[in-house]
Nanobody, 122 residues
């Protein structure tokens, strides 16, 4: 499956962004978001299990990010609120077999989408 992420940009601290990721096909078991900040390893953010629709988040999210899905369009979203400079990163969508492979780790991704840059700066 091919994944196309979009929606990144420059935002001030405290601002919001909504990322989108369109999948070229269905059939994956789980889809999620991962980010990579400059000089750091990739970090899982959130994941939706397509088997039962449950959504999971990494511990650091703490309510600021919300993931959702449009099943009809095979598209997932990541609404990010109260953004902080430390949220600056390239954000990727990815498919996997189990959400724990994204939200808990270690990361085990079957297919990566392109990244979309999010920069939080005043």
């Amino acid at each position: 499956v091919q994944l196309q992420a979009s929606g990144g940009g420059l935002v001030q601290p405290g601002g919001s962004l909504k990322l989108s990721c369109a999948a070229s096909a269905s059939g994956y078991r789980a889809i999620g978001w991962v980010r990579q900040a400059p000089g750091k390893e990739r970090e899982g953010i959130s994941c939706i299990s397509t088997d039962h629709g449950s959504i999971y988040y990494a511990r650091f999210v703490k309510g600021r990010f919300t993931m959702s899905r449009d099943r009809a369009k095979d598209t997932v979203f990541l609404q990010m609120n109260d953004l902080k400079p430390e949220d600056t990163a390239v954000y990727y969508c990815a498919v996997t077999d189990l959400c724990v492979d994204i939200t808990v780790g270690p990361l085990d991704v079957k297919s990566w989408g392109n990244g979309t840059q999010v920069t939080v700066s005043s």
